[in-house]
T-cell receptor, first 114, second 116 residues
């Protein structure tokens, strides 16, 4: 059973297009995240949602719009894709009620903008 | 502000040799520290975590890390490297947002190569 899953695994698209990445977790966690890993492997948080409410927005361009239809899902929609958006995007989840701090990551979505 | 610094972007060891990956942290409060591993084209897997219960933390796959407050370090070690340990390793510190959420601040990663 996959704990945190993302679709698609690979996404290749042209500049200017709009695309979405989906994330689902079956851990029962109430907090979910999007992280971006750039070409140098540097990982940085983009968004955090707690029970469908946006808690963290790390000055991400408003072309990126996360949407959480319920606490098990957090999708990422990107408008007007740019070359610099090419990266690996990781979804993660956290159990806020557990007292532990570790986050559980999905397998990543490699986005390539041509 | 909380941060982590990983010394050495590439580390190469021989199979069977000691693995030492360095991480230093900066935190104004007692830190929660983590080591994650990323195998090629895969997601991040938690290796181990420090949450103030014990300074020597044992993780999966024979890895362990020691929290040293005096040195602000949380170095990762494994006595004997295996070929399957070749991966990217990330040190991270957790920043709390008043209980509403927390975010992980990652180091720049260390790529471990294991030579036969």
């Amino acid at each position: 059973d996959t704990a945190v899953s993302q679709t698609p695994k690979y996404l290749v698209t042209q500049m200017g297009n709009d695309k979405s990445i989906k994330c689902e977790q079956n851990l029962g966690h109430d907090t979910m995240y999007w992280y971006k890993q750039d070409s140098k492997k540097f990982l940085k948080i983009m968004f955090s949602y707690n029970n469908k409410e946006l808690i963290i927005n790390e000055t991400v361009p408003n072309r990126f719009s996360p949407k959480s239809p319920d606490k098990a899902h957090l999708n990422l929609h990107i408008n007007s894709l740019e070359l610099g958006d090419s990266a690996v995007y990781f979804c993660a989840s956290w159990d806020r009620t557990s007292g532990a701090r570790e986050q559980f990551f999905g397998p990543g979505t490699r986005l390539t903008v041509l | 502000a909380q941060s982590v610094t990983q010394l050495g972007s590439h580390v190469s060891v021989s199979e069977g040799a000691l693995v030492l990956l360095r991480c230093n942290y900066s935190s104004s409060v007692p830190p929660y520290l983590f080591w994650y591993v990323q195998y090629p084209n895969q997601g991040l897997q938690l290796l181990l975590k420090y949450t103030s219960a014990a300074t020597l933390v044992k993780g999966i796959n024979g890895f362990e890390a020691e929290f040293k407050k005096s040195e602000t370090s949380f170095h990762l070690t494994k006595p004997s490297a295996h070929m399957s340990d070749a991966a990217e390793y990330f040190c991270a510190v957790s920043l709390n947002y008043g209980g509403a959420t927390n975010k992980l601040i990652f180091g720049t990663g260390t790529l471990l190569a294991v030579q036969p």
